[in-house]
């Protein structure tokens, strides 16, 4: 069944699951804007990309998460290794790296990576609906 979705949905079903999963990590730098020595995360959209639909590369040392506090709180993101620390713009006497402008901008951008897939997957099943079916409705 899952190559019968890969087939027909492309590679909009594991960007869905990476644009939701990256719009977690923005949330989590939003809620995190005013604490101490918090350094911002973002989701590396390509190479988690390719991590998940199995085209990465296969060369180099992977990760071994032995409990979920390994990765500060990430380890059941997929492609968590494709997560990096993001570069301050504006460096702040408590350490912390959140710029709260930069990151609801990248939010709103995610929100709309994640509908452009969305709609693409509902037209796909709308398309198997009236072929199924012979009309529009």
Avoid: C
Wanted: net charge negative; aromatic share 6%.
């Amino acid at each position: 069944m899952s190559n019968f979705t890969d087939n027909m949905f492309g590679i909009h079903t594991q960007a869905l699951g990476l644009w939701q999963k990256r719009a977690e990590v923005i949330s989590s730098n939003l809620a995190n804007a005013d604490t101490p020595d918090y350094k911002a995360r973002d989701v590396d959209f390509r190479q988690a990309l390719a991590a998940a639909s199995g085209s990465g590369e296969s060369g180099g040392l992977q990760m071994t998460a032995t409990s979920e506090k390994d990765l500060g709180g990430m380890g059941a993101i997929p492609g968590h290794e494709s997560l990096a620390y993001r570069v301050a713009s504006q460096p702040t006497m408590d350490g912390n790296t959140v710029d709260t402008q930069v990151e609801q901008a990248q939010f709103a951008g995610n929100a709309v990576h994640y509908q452009a897939s969305l709609s693409f997957i509902t037209a796909q099943i709308r398309m198997m609906r009236t072929a199924i079916n012979g009309s529009s409705s």
